[in-house]
């Protein structure tokens, strides 16, 4: 068992937390998290960039004019990718960019992610993120005693005073423990846990 110190809001330590190995001490394979990271970056494109194909441009499809004696070249429709107003020739349509990432694949790089947070000594556990009122000063204020500026908070429970008090505050992001992610994990220099939602990421990502 890896042994984690519980500090409050003031930065003081106040106990100390077990952390499991098999959760929080996997060896790092960073094939697994570019996967995983690459799945969830496709996943959020929208892929509705389209584009009319002459089949859905509204035109008459008869012939512009007779084949022969008129001394032109020869046409077909207006609706001809060649033409002015004409339709689009392989022009992008509506796609699913999303990857297929097993379920497996995914819970092992969040071991991985939060492993390579303890390592490199960025992983703080907080025994209670309540704030009293939803004032950004004081949220503000409590991120700056950690001396941290790019961070990841992650509640147990919703907490509507730390969410609103850091909704402006560029750089943090407040997520409940279901949406744990190894994307945020990565991106943010630092990650916070709530102590209570230790456990709940332990059950869940147990091997």
């Given at each position: ?57 509204k ?13 032109r070249?020869r ?133």
């Amino acid at each position: 068992m890896t042994v984690s110190d519980v500090y409050n809001l003031q930065n003081e330590k106040v106990s100390e937390v077990e952390l499991r190995d098999d959760i929080f001490g996997v060896p790092i394979k960073k094939h697994v998290l570019h996967q995983v990271v690459m799945g969830q970056l496709a996943k959020r494109r929208s892929g509705t960039a389209a584009s009319k194909t002459r089949a859905a441009v509204k035109c008459s499809g008869s012939k512009l004019w007779r084949q022969k004696g008129t001394g032109r070249a020869r046409v077909g429709s207006g609706s001809s990718p060649t033409r002015k107003g004409g339709g689009v020739a392989f022009g992008p349509s509506p796609r699913d960019y999303s990857q297929k990432v097993p379920k497996r694949v995914r819970k092992a790089a969040l071991r991985m992610a939060l492993t390579d947070k303890i390592q490199s000594n960025r992983l703080i556990i907080v025994d209670d993120f309540s704030l009293p009122e939803i004032k950004t000063k004081n949220f503000v204020g409590t991120m700056s005693g950690f001396d941290v500026k790019k961070a990841l908070l992650v509640t147990n429970d919703k907490s509507e005073n730390l969410e609103k008090s850091s909704k402006n505050v560029p750089l943090m992001k407040v997520m409940r423990y279901q949406g744990l992610n190894v994307y945020d994990i990565l991106r943010y220099d630092h990650l916070f846990l709530e102590q209570p939602a230790v456990k709940k990421i332990e059950e869940a990502l147990v091997p």
